[in-house]
């Protein structure tokens, strides 16, 4: 079925298709052609000198054997009549495999009498081990004499069966340079017909690909100066070249329908913008109140001005107690003026609850008691403003609040691997496990809580200077260190809360 839809398509695809299977089928039995032939001639050029390759080395086998028993003559060496018998089983081999008999063939026939001629030489070979072992000096020298003329003469016959044997593989390698000539041009030029075949191809198909793109390309070009007449209908041969122009035309009539429908609506979007312009003229001028009753209300700066000229009065009349109350208030209320996008050291939060702590003492007299556990090299990490506080302003509006004594707040900074751990312990009420959950659960990182995450705000008549909440500090550590395990709370209601912090070292804030 896919085949029937390529070979019968008239998309641009179909006809690419076609070509290139067509070019690969072409190419694929040239090649085969050529590799096969280009096999077939290896293999006969590599068999043209296999049998004077084997007749060289029986003459150096032959040469062996008569120094292996001349050596042996001489001095009775054992290891000289091994290397004999190596070269007698190497010469028997050859026998079998070269002694064929009567034959047509020339060089089988002589093959056949250097193998006969063999024998006769590995026989005389026997009788000379035999004469030495028996200690018959002139026999075994007379039989020697006889392998040596044997050898002689199988070396002629090797010679002119070898030179026999190099005239026809001359001829047979002249006949197989001939044939790679002619398979060479063969091959180039059905390769050259191949391209020619393909320049044609290409050229017909540009052409029958750039007209329907010319014609689209004008009718694009109407369209963009106004014109949304719809095209005139034509063959442009190819399907997707078909489905472009009946598009074009769709296109045409919509953007005239449109163009038209822009037209009615444009006195109505008039008087929708004179009437934004005034409601924007309007929310301008209640900005503008707005702002003069903010500037009307108290600002905090004046309120700290003030707090520091009590100070002033109060080391004036020596009243040392008093004076550093309001010293350590202004530095509170100096520290919280401080704009939450800031970036503050782990110090500065640490001196912040350190007054906060002072102002508590006045009020709560002894009834408090604040134990600080500081890793001094972990004090100048960075970490946004407004952490540590409202975490402590919590344990004493909500932990402490029915518990008249024995209150107390431990904060310990210590490292852990590659962060620092940050502890807010009190020994208050503690919080439910519903509303623990519920802590717990929000993140501002979470995209579904994103909105709901929003910056909260606690009830400051309870006695919250900040403003903020354990949700406010949650909801900035995981954005300032883009994590959601910065953060963690634990309580056991009735008995302690606990707030950890872990910051890393590295500090890599968003």
Not at 105 to 127: A, H, V
Not at 204 to 209: H, I, L, P, R
Not at 382 to 390: A, F
Not at 441 to 469: N, Y
Request: negative net charge.
């Amino acid at each position: 079925m896919i085949l029937n839809n390529v070979f019968r398509g008239n998309s641009i695809r179909n006809h690419i298709t076609r070509f290139v299977f067509m070019l690969l089928v072409c190419f694929l039995l040239v090649y085969s052609f050529v590799f096969y032939s280009t096999i077939s001639v290896n293999d006969r050029t590599g068999q043209m000198f296999d049998l004077n390759k084997e007749l060289s080395r029986l003459e150096v086998i032959l040469a062996d054997s008569n120094d292996s028993i001349e050596k042996y003559l001489d001095t009775k060496d054992s290891d000289a009549f091994i290397v004999y018998l190596d070269r007698r089983t190497e010469i028997e081999a050859f026998i079998e495999q070269y002694d064929t008999g009567l034959s047509y063939d020339e060089t089988e026939l002589q093959l056949s009498n250097i193998s006969q001629m063999l024998k006769e030489y590995l026989n005389e070979g026997e009788r000379v081990i035999e004469f030495k072992r028996g200690r018959f000096t002139t026999e075994y020298i007379q039989a020697f004499e006889n392998t040596k003329d044997l050898t002689l003469y199988i070396e002629r016959k090797i010679q002119e069966v070898s030179l026999s044997e190099v005239a026809i593989n001359l001829a047979n390698y002249n006949n197989l340079t001939e044939s790679i000539k002619q398979l060479t041009t063969s091959f180039l030029m059905v390769t050259i017909l191949l391209i020619l075949i393909s320049i044609v191809f290409i050229y017909d198909y540009t052409d029958k690909v750039i007209h329907p793109i010319e014609k689209l390309s004008k009718y694009s070009k109407e369209i963009s100066e106004g014109n949304y007449n719809e095209v005139a209908g034509e063959d442009l041969y190819f399907d997707e070249a078909m489905v472009l122009l009946d598009s074009f035309s769709d296109m045409a009539r919509s953007i005239k329908l449109y163009v038209e429908e822009i037209q009615d609506k444009a006195i109505t979007e008039n008087k929708l913008r004179i009437s934004e312009i005034k409601n924007l003229r309007m929310g301008n001028i209640v900005k503008e109140a707005e702002l003069k009753a903010l500037q009307s209300q108290i600002n905090p700066h004046f309120l700290y001005n003030t707090l520091n000229a009590g100070v002033g009065l109060a080391e004036v009349e020596e009243a040392e107690r008093t004076s550093d109350y309001l010293d350590h208030l202004a530095m509170l209320f100096r520290y919280n003026l401080k704009g939450l996008d800031n970036v503050v050291t782990l110090r500065d939060e640490i001196r912040n609850i350190e007054n906060y702590y002072q102002l508590m003492k006045v009020r709560f007299s002894d009834g408090i008691e604040f134990v600080f556990t500081l890793d001094e090299e972990m004090m100048d990490l960075e970490m946004p403003p407004l952490i540590l506080q409202p975490l402590v302003e919590n344990a004493f509006i909500h932990g402490f609040r029915d518990k008249a004594s024995e209150r107390k707040v431990e904060i310990s900074v210590i490292r852990e691997a590659e962060y620092a751990r940050i502890e807010v312990l009190d020994n208050g009420r503690g919080i439910s496990i519903e509303q623990l959950e519920m802590i717990k659960s929000r993140s501002i990182l979470d995209t579904d809580q994103l909105i709901e995450s929003h910056v909260m705000a606690v009830d400051t008549e309870h006695g919250h200077t900040t403003g903020l909440g354990v949700d406010n500090v949650k909801s900035r550590l995981e954005l300032f260190y883009d994590s959601n395990e910065v953060f963690d709370i634990e309580s056991k209601e009735g008995e302690w809360t606990k707030v950890t912090i872990r910051i890393p070292i590295e500090v890599t804030h968003v």
